[in-house]
């Protein structure tokens, strides 16, 4: 059996490799994955969640370029690579937009930069030269309300939406796959117990049943991973219950249960590794779900809370900028999320297609 497990499974890929969507969306989000993860890598802001503000300069247009002055910090704390590396900058320097300045026997005169061609206000600090410098620097997406940087903004906040899948995904296969394995194998009053607890989950809508979640839990990030998470048990377990009702009769379970394998290791090494198909296809569903309810979430303001990054956030601060003409601002972090859930659907379809046994 394990040789036609094998050979099943190179067939699946061979048909999935073929796909030229399914290829393609999987080399999208493994790129993504890479960029989540390593985001302050990428980040021309590398301060905690790209939270560098600069009031002076807000929601400038895509190349907007402008000197910065930056003023090293007084903090003498230090920070380790992998934590700069994973979390960001803790200590940042103090930058300010400036559009001239000067420097004279220890004293820096500069000019507060200001928009609109009008003339900033003068100032003048004493300061060594190694304390500070001037960087010119390119918001390459612009910069958003607060004058971030919105392209720190998009790599940081895809985070959120990537691995709100991963922790969503497998908090309703263990639950999923527990409920369905016990309710399908044993039948009887456990089945109905079962079933009618996915009943009465399913009958709630699944945004008000996540909100109802996130306010028991609080407003914050993990609540909200585990609140999505929670609500995406009941499908899983709807598929596996009726694989299992289907595979419990199979000659290799009877054969199984002849030599006196207990039902742990029936289900768990015989049952479930030929019935996984179906499940990794409700699987890549529910990663995309999963992006889209955290995007509504935080669109709500019940999902990850400021100043952390996320493109349902983003989008609801900038909606309003639309029709103000500045559309980029909602539009840049929609497509982001359109472009990943997307991705995950194709894959599902690719999957879907591959897995089929009848194809």
Known sequence: MGNTTNSLGRLALQKFKKDFWGVFSTIFILIIGFISVFAYLFSPDSSQNANQMHLSIHSKKPGFNVDLLKIKSENIGEQSKIDKLFFGDKITDTETPISSYSFKEGELKYTAYVSDGMEGVAKSIAIAKEKFSIVNKTFYLGTDKYGRDLLSRILVGARISFFIGFVAVFISLVIGVFMGSVSGYYGGKIDAIVMWVVN????????????????????????VFIAVGLTMWVEVARVVRGQIISAKEMQYVTAARALGFKDFRIIVKHILPNIMAPVIVICAANFAAAILIESGLSFLG???????????????????????????????????????VMAFMMIGNALRDALDVKG
Not at 202 to 223: N, Y
Not at 302 to 315: D, E, K, L, T
Request: proline share 8%.
């Open 302 to 340: 019940i999902g990850a809370q400021p100043p952390m990054a996320s493109w349902g956030a983003m989008v609801k601060d900038h909606y309003n900028y639309i029709i103000l003409g500045k559309p980029y601002l909602a539009v840049i972090p929609g497509l982001c999320i359109m472009s990943l």
């Open 200 to 223: 009465v989950t399913w009958s709630i809508p699944t945004l008000l049943l996540v909100i109802a979640i996130t306010l028991a839990l609080g407003k914050g990030f993990w609540q």
